[in-house]
């Protein structure tokens, strides 16, 4: 696999610069596209399974850590406290203390729950200048969030649903993981101490793994403070391992937070906290897309997913109005006129994108276009219309193949357009 920091320069996705420091990447229009394209998939799949999305704020005051426990266990991975009017205010590590607080903003009932929030939010990690790498290892991340409050009895179905829907995730992005890794605490001070909760939870994901068939390792000393956590692990182009999707069970935090609901026998009762992030930092996550696919991302995330090439000046007309129709219909198009070079030329510079709109003038008269695949694979010449209707649903579908089986697809051999 390629390595992503050099992709990421050499397709315009991302960059970085002294000036705004190390660790803060910026995003380009293409890495932009690229990051608006998996945000929104993850909130229409976090929509359909039930998921409330919040915002919450990028500070807060050091009593709200300390509450959770991050002061105690993770303020070195903290930004030091800002001091304003008295208090201090800190750049958050984690969202989950904000959706503590936002679950408890007003009384529950057993009947909401399970009560699932979800954010795609910045937070911050103090990371030490020689760990910092391209995306994989930034101090602003964003990430994909999600933290559900259940009774005990609900967590298998909880943690068993978000493994599925990070299966679910991984086919869309065509990626696979490497292996999954049941957290547990190790040695040290480092963990909340309250031994029949890490059992409790422990065993909880432990089932769940043994009962959806998914072959896991336990990593002592990998486990979060709170508690433990099912790790889904990639694997970058050095075969380097890091943690993309994560699936926790925690105790701790709501009984810090006093967190409670009424039960149907009117007594208040506590829940239990699930975080899960089916695709972890976007960062991380973009980062390891560009090395699984070398920069030719699934049809849905490309930055630019159809290349119109007139064959001359004279059809450029027919091109400019294709671009604009897929622009209608929520397609990421540009026109790559013949002032780029010839038709072969053109082809080379969009080998990346998934799908290439060729227009010859046999094309343009029929209102048709002959579509060439990413893989080499042609269409024969079709109504324009037909063929970004067909387009528009692949990529709305979130399907990682470029075109249907079972279509009629011509091999690379083929008449160019425009010729009989």
Known sequence: MPDHRKLGRELGLFGTDPLIGAGLPYW??????????????????????GYRHVYSPVLGKRELYEISGHWAHYSEDMFPPMNLGGEQLVLRPSLCPHHAVIYRSRSRSHRELPLRIAELGPMYRSELSGVLGGLTRVRAIQLNDAH???????VADEARGALELIGRAYRAMDISPVRHRLSLPGAGGKY????????????????VLEELGLPYEEGAGEAAFYGPKIDVQVADAAGREST????????????????????????????VMVHRSVVGSVERAVAHLLEAHGGAFPPWLAPLQVAVLPVGDAEEPQALALAARCAELGLRAEVFGAERGSLGARVREARLVPYQAVIGPREAAAGQVALRLRDGRRLAPRPAGEVLDRVRALAGAHRPWLWEDGDEVAGRAGREPGQS
């Open 148 to 154: 559900i409050f259940c009774t005990v009895d609900q």
């Open 28 to 49: 380009l229009p293409d890495g932009a596209a690229v990051r608006h394209a998996l945000e929104e998939y993850v909130r229409a799949a976090e929509r359909a399974a």
């Open 244 to 271: 993309l999707s994560t699936v926790q069970v925690d105790f701790l935090q709501p009984e810090r937070f006093r967190l409670a609901y009424v039960g149907p026998d009117g007594r208040r009762h506590r829940p």
């Open 192 to 207: 909340a101490a309250a031994p029949e909760d890490w059992r409790r939870a422990t065993g909880m994901l432990r089932g």
